[in-house]
């Protein structure tokens, strides 16, 4: 899984980071007591949120993830749980429940997505809301995506050039052993995209 390789994640926030989208789940939450994250990944959003008084409450599987959530300046105003919708009936009524970055797409069935909403649905109060984000098959994305045009070198954190493109991540200079392992979850993560550039 991806979002378990810790090289992978290392390159999650320079990959995706502040962005659009994120600034419209602050506004749509900003009538809301108590936002829960379902699939909060690296806590960005979950961060922000909890800057801005709400109570938070950040669900992933991935402990990889957790890790740089915990590591955020503001992490520990954010209640952090490892787990995934199994652990909705313990954290409390949500005013707002979120899953975003595409987290709806890592529910590969429709079985495995209804039992999901399913859950959220009893999380969160009456009347409130759940906010999640899908493909929009009819804008035919995949066409634009030429190696070519979505190549890019981005830094690390440590401080190393990484090649990143629809078609995996190489290092420059050398190439490691498991790399092709690491290309094929770049790829994978940038396929999580932005919601900027998912309305295309
Ligand atoms: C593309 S990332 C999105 C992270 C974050 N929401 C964002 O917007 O940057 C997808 C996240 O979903 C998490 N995930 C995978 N399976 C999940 C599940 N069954 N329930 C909840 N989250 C899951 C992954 O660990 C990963 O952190």
């Given at each position: 899984m991806p979002y378990s390789d810790p090289r992978l994640v290392?390159?999650?926030?320079?990959?995706?980071?502040?962005?659009?989208?994120?600034?419209?789940?602050?506004?749509?939450?900003?009538?809301?007591?108590?936002?829960?994250?379902?699939?909060?990944?690296?806590?960005?959003?979950?961060?922000?949120?909890?800057?801005?008084?709400?109570?938070?409450?950040?669900?992933?599987?991935?402990?990889?993830?957790?890790?740089?959530a915990r590591s955020r300046p503001e992490s520990d105003r954010v209640t952090w749980i490892e787990g995934d919708a199994l652990a909705l009936p313990f954290v409390g009524a949500a005013d707002l429940l979120l899953m975003t970055g595409h987290v709806a797409q890592v529910f590969l069935d429709d079985a495995a997505l209804l039992a999901a909403l399913t859950a959220a649905r009893s999380a969160v109060r009456p009347g409130r809301r759940i906010a999640f984000e899908s493909r929009n098959p009819a804008a035919r994305a995949w066409e634009n995506r030429t190696p070519e045009r979505s190549m890019r070198r981005i830094e690390a954190p440590d401080g190393s050039v990484v090649e990143v493109g629809r078609n995996g991540a190489r290092s420059p200079t050398r190439r490691r052993p498991g790399a092709s392992r690491l290309r094929r979850a770049i790829a994978s993560c940038q396929s999580r995209g932005r919601a900027a550039s998912r309305k295309r």
């Open positions: 290392a390159l999650y926030d320079t990959l995706n980071p502040f962005a659009p989208d994120t600034a419209f789940y602050l506004a749509l939450a900003e009538t809301s007591g108590h936002v829960v994250d379902l699939g909060c990944g690296t806590g960005l959003l979950a961060c922000e949120l909890a800057k801005r008084g709400h109570r938070v409450t950040g669900i992933d599987p991935s402990p990889a993830m957790l890790r740089v």
